[in-house]
């Protein structure tokens, strides 16, 4: 599987963008997509999530109400709309691929057997 991230940019405060990402290979065996942001300094962390065959979704405390997590499974996209950006949004953010058996949970990087290569959110305040 490959993953390809595009969508990053610079944005001031209250602004929004759409990150989307782009999967392609042996795309059956993904049952669920997620993105995690890493800031500079810090730990990589969990934004959002969803399944492949329901569109259930599952948002980090810190996105909730303002980001949106949807796929489009016919062509092997997810895209996260983020609305009310704030400058701590800002960070490189990465798509990953879940399959089953997968070691850690949706909410874990260990969890992901697949990366996208990243696209960096900057948000000015």
């Known amino acids: 599987v490959q993953l390809q991230a595009s969508g990053g940019g610079l944005v001031q405060a209250g602004g929004s963008l759409r990150l989307s990402c782009a999967a392609s290979?042996?795309?059956?065996?993904?049952?669920?997509m997620g993105w995690f942001r890493q800031a500079p300094g810090k730990e990589r962390e969990f934004v959002a999530y969803?399944?492949?065959?329901?569109?259930?979704?599952y948002y980090s405390d810190s996105v909730k109400g303002r980001f949106t997590l949807s796929r489009d499974n016919a062509k092997n996209m997810v895209y996260l709309q983020m609305n009310s950006l704030k400058p701590e949004d800002t960070a490189v953010y990465y798509c990953?691929?879940?399959?089953?058996?997968?070691?850690?949970?949706?909410?874990?990087?260990?969890?992901?057997?697949?990366w996208g290569q990243g696209t960096l959110v900057t948000v000015s305040s």
């Open positions: 990953a691929a879940r399959i089953p058996y997968a070691s850690g949970s949706s909410s874990s990087s260990e969890g992901y057997a697949y």
């Open positions: 290979g042996r795309t059956f065996s993904i049952i669920g």
């Open positions: 969803v399944t492949s065959a329901s569109g259930l979704t």
